[in-house]
């Protein structure tokens, strides 16, 4: 069974900057894609991130240009650096792990951090 650890989260001035991680307990380059993802109650999941296995990433407009995703192999970790925080990137952000088997795509999801930004 894949178990993803989201930790990181806190709260955080307008301007200011946080560094998510995402520990999973094997190895990420086993999984096709790792994505962030973050909530706001009463809201649909939203995409933020997106990195393949060959390198390649996708970010959501809102975060474009300020969030970065990465990834340490040797650590099984996945990183969400997001710099330029606003109040509105408050949420509880998620970490989610895609294996593909032939047709079949596998999610694995974290707990979730809770992100808050507020003056």
């Known amino acids: 069974q894949v178990q993803l650890v989201e930790s990181g989260g806190g709260l955080v001035q307008p301007g200011g900057s946080l560094r998510l991680s995402c520990v999973a307990s094997g190895s990420i380059f086993s999984f096709n894609s790792m994505a962030w993802y973050r909530q706001v109650r009463g809201k649909a999941r939203e995409l933020l991130a997106v990195l393949n296995r060959g390198g390649n990433t996708n970010y959501a407009d809102s975060v474009k240009g300020r969030f970065t995703i990465s990834r340490d192999n040797a650590k099984n970790t996945v990183y969400l650096q997001m710099n330029s925080l606003i109040p509105e990137d408050t949420a509880v952000y998620y970490c989610?792990?895609?294996?593909?088997?032939?047709?079949?795509?596998?999610?694995?999801w974290g707990q979730g951090t809770q992100v808050t930004v507020s003056s």
């Open positions: 989610k792990a895609q294996a593909v088997n032939g047709p079949t795509a596998y999610d694995y």
